[in-house]
């Protein structure tokens, strides 16, 4: 009978880090040869700005179909979506960075706005106990309730 293989935890987390890392590396890899494609077909006006809008209606509409999705998308959102796609085939580094800008902003608005927010802080059951070991005696005076400032 053939003894069961030991693996550590800590092997089979390498393994798979290992492998993630691997997937990445990969993707990336086909990024730049599909964007280096698109830009030579591009530039040979084989691909046209109307041929990217058009291919993403259908896109949507196939979704939809799909069921994947529950609504085609409006005009505006599939021209500002073609729009971007656009400014990276043509390399548009300076519509790409102001994109990338205003998108930070925005990021960087929101983490303000939810950090105005006032939150509510529960006591561990643990503090709990410590207060309770804290609290002056029955009888003395105290209503029992524990606020914490």
Same mark, same amino acid.
């Given at each position: 009978?053939?003894?069961?293989?030991?693996?550590?935890?800590?092997?089979?987390? /390498?393994?798979?880090?290992?492998?993630?890392?691997?997937?990445?590396?990969? *993707?990336?890899?086909?990024?730049?040869?599909?964007?280096?494609?698109?830009?030579?077909?591009?530039?040979?006006?084989?691909? /046209? *700005?109307?041929?990217?809008?058009?291919?993403?209606?259908?896109?949507?509409?196939?979704?939809?179909?799909?069921?994947?999705?529950?609504?085609?998308?409006?005009? *505006?959102?599939?021209?500002?979506?073609?729009?971007?796609?656009?400014?990276?085939?043509?390399?548009?580094?300076?519509?790409?960075?102001?994109?990338?800008?205003?998108?930070?902003?925005?990021?960087?608005?929101?983490?303000?706005?939810?950090?105005?927010?006032?939150?509510?802080?529960?006591?561990?059951?643990?503090?709990?106990?410590?207060?309770?070991?804290?609290?002056?005696?029955?009888?003395?005076?105290?209503?029992?309730?524990?606020?914490?400032?």
């Amino acid at each position: 009978m053939a003894m069961p293989m030991q693996i550590s935890l800590e092997e089979v987390i /390498t393994m798979l880090l290992s492998k993630v890392e691997s997937l990445t590396m990969n *993707d990336e890899n086909n990024k730049t040869r599909f964007n280096v494609v698109v830009r030579v077909l591009y530039k040979k006006g084989l691909i /046209t *700005d109307q041929d990217i809008k058009d291919s993403l209606r259908d896109e949507h509409h196939m979704l939809k179909e799909l069921g994947l999705i529950q609504e085609e998308p409006s005009e *505006d959102v599939l021209n500002a979506v073609a729009e971007s796609i656009l400014q990276w085939v043509r390399g548009d580094v300076q519509s790409i960075r102001r994109s990338m800008e205003e998108y930070e902003k925005k990021i960087k608005e929101y983490a303000r706005e939810e950090s105005r927010k006032s939150t509510l802080t529960v006591a561990s059951p643990e503090v709990l106990h410590q207060l309770d070991k804290l609290s002056p005696p029955p009888g003395s005076g105290n209503r029992g309730g524990k606020l914490i400032i």
